[in-house]
């Protein structure tokens, strides 16, 4: 079966940093895309940030740009988001996404399959 699942989440200072981890079970991330999303109560899912697995190309939402990376982990299967100088309009649950097609990687429709998401609180 395959799955996504999210780790790292938590309540972290405004000024501090978290890494999110997006483990894969039951296929390998080879051919893939992942994406990294995130939803605040009330709001839409909006992308954060997204990594080809082959190329390693990246690209990132501008709200974030030069603040979080996304980087991939070839012999863990994973995907992470180091999430550095964190604001209090950074929370959210935070999902992580892959795909095997080449649409939009900024678009949620454009996603196969799901994690069920973890919470980051930024709060002092």
């Known amino acids: 079966q395959l799955q996504l699942v999210e780790s790292g989440g938590g309540l972290v200072q405004p000024g501090g940093s978290l890494r999110l981890s997006c483990a894969a079970s039951?296929?390998?991330?080879?051919?893939?895309?992942i994406g990294w999303f995130r939803q605040a109560p009330g709001k839409e899912r909006e992308f954060v940030a997204a990594?080809?697995?082959?190329?390693?190309?990246?690209t990132y939402a501008d709200s974030v740009k030069g603040r979080f990376t996304i980087s991939k982990d070839n012999a863990k299967n994973t995907v992470d988001l180091q999430m550095n100088n964190l604001k209090p309009e950074d929370t959210a649950v935070y999902y992580c996404a892959a795909t095997s097609g080449l649409l939009n990687l900024r678009i949620p429709g454009a996603y196969d399959y799901w994690g069920q998401g973890t919470q980051v609180t930024v709060s002092s």
């Open positions: 039951g296929f390998t991330l080879d051919n893939y895309a």
């Open positions: 990594i080809r697995w082959n190329s390693g190309r990246t």
